[in-house]
């Protein structure tokens, strides 16, 4: 078992993640601008640090999990930050959802200081963190991702290297155009269906047994009939997500319009308001417009 880990970001993902690592016989030392979430992994028995400096100081992996580039960029090269405290061969493992063009600079960043890092941002939601079955997808030397798959084994279970730095970035961006496109196709079709006098349960029963089947549906069918919302991923959070989508589309030159139309939907609960509620609730953009709101028995 490799020596005491690191843990920096214990927010809706990380804290089940960083909880898991423990329940497996990994020493944790933890990090995180709140408190609270500190605390209470203290009290299952983490170490507590400081600052990320001191995390760095005192492990030789240091796991990243944190909302967007610039926080990551700011606890990696920032004042106390992770660089500071990194010994030659340190492995910085960022589990965030980034720029791939920000990820690039950090790993170039970390080689200069002797160490070395991995992107390996996930898919699963709160639920797959707490039940240690995210799909991780991982940028970076074959090396280093052999040195980091047990951690990974213990929170993952679809683990992939798919490239070099900054790959795994960018296929989880492949990833998130799926996820929302995938929400919003099947918010129109409930919608359609319910307004027309189908029963929204009975539209997923019988879409989820066809071609048209998906895990959204698997995964969100509660949330779209019962109209909870309580975030598993937020939609803020997948509005940043393809923007990183997009941005990476214009770097690679490739055109991403259903993307850009989704986006902008995105951008328009946020500006509603909704942008702390689940993904899920980009339903509520297309009932809106169809001046329609389905239900569980409709």
């Known amino acids: 078992m490799a020596g005491k880990v690191g843990f920096i970001g214990l927010g809706i993902m990380g804290k089940p993640m960083a909880r898991n690592l423990m329940e ?20 299952k028995g983490a170490e507590t640090a400081g600052s990320p400096k001191e995390v760095a100081e005192a492990c030789n992996t240091v796991i990243t999990m944190l909302p967007d580039s610039p926080q990551v960029e700011e606890v990696v090269t920032g004042e106390n930050g992770v660089l500071e405290g990194v010994t030659e061969g340190t492995l910085l493992v960022d589990m965030s959802t980034i720029s791939p063009v920000v990820t690039e600079k950090l790993a ?37 991702f052999e040195r980091a798959k047990p951690l990974f084994d213990v ?14 970035q960018v ?33 997923i029963q019988v879409l989820s047994g066809g071609l048209a089947g998906n895990k959204v549906m698997e995964a969100k069918s509660e949330n779209f009939l019962k109209h909870e919302f309580n975030p598993g991923f937020r939609l803020e959070l997948h509005r940043k997500d393809l923007g990183i989508a997009l941005a990476a589309g214009r770097e690679y030159g490739v055109p991403l319009p259903v993307t850009a139309i989704v986006d902008q939907v995105l951008e328009a609960l946020v500006a509603k308001g909704s942008g702390g509620e689940d993904h899920s609730a980009m339903l509520m953009f297309i009932e809106e417009l169809a001046q329609h709101t389905i239900g569980e028995g409709s």
């Open 24 to 43: 497996a016989g990994y020493g944790l030392l933890v990090y995180n601008r709140s408190w609270a979430a500190v605390e209470e992994l203290a009290g």
């Open 108 to 144: 170039q960043k970390a080689r200069e200081m002797g160490a070395s890092m991995l992107d390996a941002p996930v898919s699963g939601g709160e639920t797959g963190a707490e039940a240690g079955t995210l799909s991780i997808m991982v940028g970076g030397s074959q090396e280093d």
């Open 155 to 168: 929170m993952g279970e679809t683990i992939v290297r798919v490239g070099e730095s900054g790959t795994g």
């Open 171 to 203: 296929v989880k961006a492949c990833n998130q155009i799926v996820v929302a496109l995938t929400i919003e196709a099947v918010s129109e079709a409930l919608v359609l269906g319910s307004k027309a006098g189908a029963s929204p349960a009975k539209v």
